[in-house]
C-alpha cells in the first residue's frame, strides 16, 4: 500500500526541511496517522521508506509519544486537558460535556469513525486553562458550553482544516499568552514542522 | 593511549591509561565496578546505572556513573563507600522489581550477570510486593532467537549491538515507562546474521538462543578454546559440550580477529557434527554398486588398491588430490605427503576453483593484517559481499568506517552489505573488471573523485572475487594497483575455512609446504578437465564437495568419470556418493591441530569431543594409506606433525606450546616463505548481452550447513535478480518465472528485480541449488 500522491509530495516537503532525513521521521509519523486514522504497520514502514530507519525504529519513536496514536481514531481528536490547573477550573467538566455532546466516552472513538475523545495529561497551557485540543491545535479558556458548541462544529461543518486561531476566536476564552509580549511565531501557534499539512490555516 | 596517569582508587595510588573510561580503569587496577549495560566493545550509555561510584570533585563528592567518565589526573574515586554501597542496593532492587526471578529454568542461570551481582552487591530482599508486570513468554524474535521481556532489565545492549556494530537496527525499545519493552516490528523479525552475538551479551536471560535452550546448564559444561572454522577469519571461540556433544559456541574477545563477536553460520554451524547422517564406518563400493559398510583394515587396503592400480596403468601423474581447506594445517601436511611424495603426483589443489592464485593468498604485495583497519584512513574493498562470505571482517570494516571514521570505497556488481557506510559505490560488469580498473586507476571522468579517495593513507585494501564469474586474476590485478597507494595493507580475501594453512602446507599446484616453490601441476579446474577427459584417473578428496563448490557446478558429472575415488569427508554429499571408497573422518572439534587464518594468523584448534562411531583424525588416515601404498612416515601423529610444520620458515615460531600458552591470545603470525606472486595482467575489454553475477550467500546448500537443523531452514530459494530495465524489456514482473542459459547448463528460476544492478547484469546467488555455469555471458527469457 503507498500514500496518494497529494500525501507523498507533503512527505518529501518534509524530508527535505531536515538535513538528514531520519529527523523528518516525528513530522512523518503526524502525516502518516492522518492518512490512516492511527498509525498502522505500513503507515509506519512508509515513514521508515522516506526517513531511511527501519520500521522498528519508526515503531519505537512512535510508541514513545503518547500523541501518535497506534489504535485508530477518528477524523479528529478531541483531547481535553485533565491536569491540575485545567482540573481546578472544570477541565474535567469540559471532558464530560464533550463525551456527552458526542456520545464517545473519553478514550474511544465513535461509532461513524469521525470523532475521538480522550482526557490527557497537560498540554502546556495552564495559563489558559482549561484547555482542548482538536488534531493538536490548542484552544483555550473553554467552557462546557462552548465545549459542545465546539462538538457541533466539527460534526456539522466538518472542518478539513483545523486552527487554533479561528477555535480560538469562536470557542475560546482567555489565552495563557495575551498578558505577555507578543511573540512573532506565536506561542501558541501551530508546530512548525506541521506547516505542510496546512494546518496554519492553508492547505499547501 | 600510552600515557599513563594516576588516580586515587579507594585509598590506594594506582596507575592506568589516560582517557580510558573509570570502569575500564578501575577493572584494570584490579577493582571490578558491577554492570550491565556497559560492554567493553561498545559505546557507552549509562543506563543501567549498576556502576555508579563517588567520584570526589570541586562541587563535593558525587556519585556519577563510572562508564562514562573518562579518568583524568589525580581523580579520586570510591568504588565500596556507603553511599556507593547503598546506590548499588537501590539501583538492584529497581532493576528486580520487574524481573520474574525464575532462575531455575532460565538458560542463564549460573552464569547470569543479573544473578552474580545481586549476590554480590544487591540488597539480598526486595520491598516490592505489588504484581511485576507481564509479558507474554517467550516470543520468536527470529528463527534463532527466543526474547522473554520479562526477564529483560532494558540495558539496551542487544539494541546497540544491532544498530551500532551490526548495522541491522531490527530490534528496538518499545513503548515507554513502565511499558518499555524490547522488540521487534511485528513482521519484520531479527533476521540479522550477528543475532546470536546479543544472546551471547544480554546480562539476564531474556534473549536466549534456540540451538541452546534447556539443553545444558552452565555448570554441567565442558570448554575448550578454539578456532571457528566457518570461515578463513579465524575467529576464537570458546567451544562448549556437556555428555559429548557440543551445545554451544561463544566468542572469545580477541584483539586480532573477532573482538568477541561471531556471525550466526559460526555460532550455530556445529549441530553437523552429531547429525544423524554423520559417516560413522568406512563404506567400500561393492559388485552391486553400491556402498557398504566395512572394516577399517579392509577400506584402506581397497582404497591403496585400487590407487595403486591407476599408477601402475597410467602413472602417477593419472591420480590427483582435491581439498585440505577444511582440515587443520596438521592433516593437510599429511595430505601432502601422500600425494606429493607417497604417491608422487603435482596435482594437489586445497580451492575448487573458485578462489584466488594461491600465491596471491599466501604471498600478496604487502600483505596485511585485519588489525590494520583500526589505522586506516581509508578501506577499498573490491571483494566479495564480506557480509555474505566473511562476516566478523565485515563487522571489522564497518567499525573502522562507522566508529573509526575512515573513509569507504566499495567496488561490487551489485548492492553489498558496506553499502549504507560507503562514501564511493562503484558498480561494473563481471568480466569488466579489468576495465574498471584501468579507468580507476587514471582517475578516468566519474572515477577521479574515487582515485583521489585512495590517495588519503593509510589505504587498507581487502580484494577478492566479488563473484565466482570473475576472473580470479582480477584480483591479483586489484592486489598489484593497491599495494602501490599510500601505506597500503593488502587483505587477499577467500572463505573457506583454513584455506590459507592449507595452502600454505602446499595444497597448492606448484607450492610446496612453507611457500615454496615445487613442480607445477594441475589445478583444480585443470582437475576437473582431466577426469572430464580422462588424463585423470583416481582422486583422492579430503573434505572436499567439488560437486557442490566447484564454480562450473558441472564438477559431479566429471567425478563420475573418474576410474577411482576415495573420498574422507564427514558426510555422503555429491561428490563422494559415486566414490569407490569413503572413510569417515574426525571433525570440528574432534580434532588438536592448528589453523591458519586469511592474515596468516595460526591458531590452535582443540579437542573436546570424540569423534562419533569410528571416524578417525585424517591424518591417521592418510598415514595408514600411505603406508599401505609403500611410503615410509616416520610418524603420522598430529603432535609430529606440528614439529615438521614447525621447521617449515614461516612457522619457524609456531608451536603447540607457545599457542595453547597464549591461550585467549592472538596466535601466531606465519610470516615469509619463498613464493612471490606477480601481478597480472588482466582484459580490459568490454562485453555485451547479459553478464552474470554469481555471487555467494551466507546460508548456501553446503553439506554442513543443510546437516545442520537450525541453519539448513534459513537457507533460501534460488532467485535470478534483474535490474529494473531489462526486467521490463522481457516483460518479467517479480515473481515470474525466466529461463536463465549459461556456459555449463540452464535453470529457471524465480524473478526478482534488483535496482542495484547494472542495466544488462543479472545476479544469481551461488549453491542455491542451480548452476548455470560460471562464465560471465548469459541469455535471460521469460517462461510462458
Given at each position: ?204 | ?323 585440505g581447506?577444511?582440515s587443520t594445517n596438521e592433516e593437510a601436511l599429511a595430505f601432502e605427503r ?160 583454513n584455506?590459507?594453512g592449507?595452502?600454505?602446507m ?85 580434532v588438536e591441530g592448528t589453523m ?8 590452535k584448534v ?11 583424525p585424517a591424518n591417521e588416515?592418510l598415514a ?12 603420522s601423529t598430529a603432535e609430529s606433525l606440528a614439529s615438521d610444520i ?10 603447540w ?128
Amino acid at each position: 500500500m503507498s500514500w496518494p500522491d497529494d500525501v507523498v509530495e507533503r512527505a518529501e516537503v518534509m524530508v527535505a526541511k531536515y538535513p538528514e532525513s531520519r529527523s523528518a521521521v516525528m513530522p512523518l509519523l503526524y502525516l502518516a496517522m492522518r492518512e490512516d486514522k492511527g498509525l498502522t504497520l505500513d503507515g509506519m514502514r512508509q515513514v521508515a521508506d522516506y526517513t531511511g530507519l527501519t520500521p522498528v525504529q519508526v515503531e519505537s519513536v512512535a510508541s514513545f509519544y503518547s500523541m501518535y496514536k497506534r489504535d485508530s481514531v477518528g477524523d479528529y481528536i478531541v483531547s481535553v486537558c485533565t491536569s491540575i490547573s485545567c482540573h481546578l477550573l472544570g477541565g474535567d467538566e469540559v471532558l464530560e460535556a464533550v463525551a456527552e455532546e458526542t456520545g464517545v466516552p473519553p478514550g474511544e472513538t465513535g461509532s461513524d469513525g469521525r470523532l475521538s475523545v480522550e482526557g490527557v495529561e497537560c498540554i502546556g497551557a495552564c495559563g489558559g486553562a482549561p484547555a482542548v485540543q482538536v488534531n493538536y491545535e490548542l484552544v483555550e479558556g473553554v467552557t462546557p458550553d462552548s465545549a459542545r458548541r465546539l462538538c457541533r462544529w466539527l460534526a456539522d461543518d466538518q472542518p478539513v482544516v483545523i486552527s487554533s486561531d479561528q477555535m480560538q476566536a469562536d470557542f475560546g476564552g482567555i489565552r495563557s499568552f495575551e498578558w505577555g509580549p507578543a511573540e512573532p511565531g506565536g506561542a501558541t501557534g501551530p508546530v512548525p514542522a506541521f506547516g505542510p499539512l496546512g494546518t496554519e490555516g492553508q492547505r499547501s | 593511549m600510552s600515557d599513563r596517569i594516576t588516580i586515587m582508587l579507594d585509598g590506594r595510588p594506582v596507575e592506568v591509561d589516560a582517557g580510558v573510561l573509570l570502569i575500564q580503569a578501575a577493572q584494570d587496577a584490579g577493582t571490578y565496578i558491577p554492570r550491565f549495560c556497559w560492554h567493553p566493545r561498545m559505546n557507552p550509555v549509562g543506563m543501567c546505572r549498576m556502576c555508579l561510584v563517588e567520584v570526589e570533585g570541586p562541587g563535593g563528592t558525587m556519585l556519577t556513573t563510572s562508564c562514562t567518565v573518562p579518568v583524568s589526573e589525580g581523580m579520586v574515586v570510591h568504588t565500596a563507600s556507603e553511599t556507593v554501597k547503598k546506590a548499588q542496593e537501590g539501583v538492584l532492587e529497581f532493576l528486580l522489581i520487574n524481573h520474574p526471578l525464575d532462575c531455575p529454568v532460565c538458560d542463564r542461570g549460573g552464569e547470569c550477570p543479573l544473578q552474580d551481582q545481586t549476590m554480590a552487591f544487591g540488597p539480598g530482599e526486595s520491598r516490592y510486593v505489588e504484581e511485576k508486570r507481564h509479558f507474554e513468554k517467550p516470543i520468536p524474535i527470529s528463527d534463532l532467537v527466543m526474547l522473554d521481556r520479562e526477564r529483560c532489565i532494558l540495558c539496551a545492549r542487544c539494541v546497540r549491538f544491532s544498530d551500532d556494530i551490526a548495522g541491522d537496527p531490527l530490534i528496538e525499545f518499545l513503548d515507554r515507562g513502565n511499558y518499555t519493552q524490547v522488540n521487534t516490528f511485528a513482521d519484520e523479525p531479527f533476521a540479522s546474521y550477528f543475532s546470536g552475538n546479543t544472546v551471547q551479551i544480554c546480562p539476564v536471560g531474556a534473549l536466549t538462543a534456540t540451538p541452546y535452550r534447556f539443553r545444558a546448564r552452565p555448570w554441567d559444561l565442558e570448554a575448550v578454546e578454539s578456532v571457528c572454522a566457518g570461515c578463513s577469519v579465524g575467529c576464537r571461540v570458546s567451544v562448549q559440550s556437556s555428555q559429548n556433544e557440543i551445545l554451544r559456541l561463544l566468542g572469545v574477545d580477541v584483539e586480532a580477529t573477532n573482538h568477541g563477536w561471531l556471525c550466526d553460520k559460526g555460532r550455530f554451524g556445529f549441530q553437523h557434527l552429531a547429525a544423524p547422517d554423520r559417516l560413522t564406518t568406512p563404506l567400500v563400493r561393492g559388485e552391486d554398486g553400491e556402498l557398504h559398510e566395512a572394516s577399517w583394515s579392509d577400506a584402506l587396503d581397497r582404497a591403496a588398491r585400487g590407487l595403486a592400480a591407476i599408477v601402475d596403468s597410467s602413472g602417477e601423474g593419472a591420480v590427483a588430490g582435491l581439498g585440505g581447506s577444511r582440515s587443520t594445517n596438521e592433516e593437510a601436511l599429511a595430505f601432502e605427503r601422500l600425494m606429493r611424495h607417497t604417491i608422487g603426483t603435482p596435482h594437489l589443489d586445497a580451492a575448487m576453483g573458485d578462489a584466488l592464485d594461491a600465491r596471491l593468498l599466501a604471498a600478496a604485495p604487502r600483505r596485511g593484517l585485519i588489525g590494520d583497519l583500526e589505522q586506516a584512513s581509508t578501506v577499498l574493498v573490491w571483494g566479495p559481499d564480506l557480509r555474505e562470505e566473511l562476516p566478523v571482517l565485515y563487522l571489522r570494516v564497518r567499525r573502522a568506517v562507522a566508529e573509526l571514521g575512515a573513509g569507504l570505497v566499495v567496488v561490487h556488481p551489485r548492492a553489498s552489505g558496506l553499502d549504507t557506510i560507503a562514501d564511493h559505490v562503484v558498480r561494473y560488469r563481471p568480466g569488466e573488471g579489468g576495465a574498471l580498473l584501468a579507468r580507476l586507476a587514471a582517475g578516468d571522468g566519474d572515477l577521479a573523485e574515487v582515485r583521489s579517495a585512495l590517495d588519503d593513507g593509510p589505504v587498507v585494501a581487502i580484494v577478492g572475487r566479488t563473484g565466482l564469474t570473475e576472473d580470479g586474476d582480477l584480483a591479483g590485478a586489484v592486489a598489484g594497483f593497491a599495494a602501490e597507494l599510500p601505506d597500503a595493507s593488502v587483505l587477499a580475501v577467500s572463505r573457506r575455512s583454513n584455506l590459507y594453512g592449507a595452502i600454505d602446507m602446499g595444497l597448492a599446484p606448484g607450492m610446496g609446504p612453507g611457500r615454496v616453490g615445487e613442480d607445477p601441476g594441475r589445478d583444480a579446474d585443470g582437475i576437473v578437465e582431466g577426469l572430464r577427459d580422462g588424463s585423470v584417473k583416481g582422486l583422492v578428496l579430503l573434505g572436499a564437495d567439488p560437486a557442490g563448490d566447484h564454480p562450473s557446478g558441472t564438477a559431479g558429472d566429471a567425478l563420475s568419470r573418474a576410474e577411482f575415488v576415495v573420498s574422507i569427508d564427514l558426510f555422503i554429499n555429491d561428490s563422494n556418493r559415486g566414490a569407490d571408497v569413503v572413510l569417515p573422518a574426525a571433525g570440528f572439534a574432534e580434532v588438536e591441530g592448528t589453523m591458519t587464518n586469511l592474515e596468516g594468523r595460526v591458531q590452535k584448534v582443540n579437542r573436546l569431543v570424540p569423534a562419533p562411531g569410528q571416524a578417525r583424525p585424517a591424518n591417521e588416515i592418510l598415514a595408514d594409506l600411505a603406508d599401505r601404498l609403500g611410503g615410509k612416515w616416520e610418524s603420522s601423529t598430529a603432535e609430529s606433525l606440528a614439529s615438521d610444520i614447525a621447521t617449515l620458515v614461516p612457522y619457524a615460531d609456531v608451536s603447540w606450546e607457545a599457542l595453547d600458552r597464549g591461550t585467549g591470545g592472538d596466535g601466531i603470525l606465519a610470516r615469509g616463505g619463498d613464493v612471490v606472486y606477480s601481478v597480472p595482467t588482466v582484459s580490459t575489454s568490454v562485453g555485451n548481452g547479459m553478464a552474470l553475477h554469481l555471487g555467494r550467500v551466507l546460508y548456501d546448500r553446503g553439506t554442513a550447513l543443510m546437516m545442520d537443523p537450525s541453519l539448513a531452514k534459513l537457507t533460501q530459494k534460488p532467485v535470478l535478480h534483474l535490474h529494473p530495465d531489462d526486467a521490463s524489456s522481457l516483460g518479467v514482473a517479480v515473481g515470474d518465472q525466466v529461463r536463465v542459459s549459461g556456459s555449463d547448463g540452464s535453470a529457471e528460476v524465480d524473478a526478482a528485480v534488483d535496482p542495484s544492478l547494472s542495466p544488462g547484469v543479472v545476479y544469481l546467488p551461488f549453491n542455491l541449488g542451480v548452476s548455470v555455469g560460471s562464465d560471465p555471458s548469459v541469455t535471460v527469457e521469460k517462461v510462458t
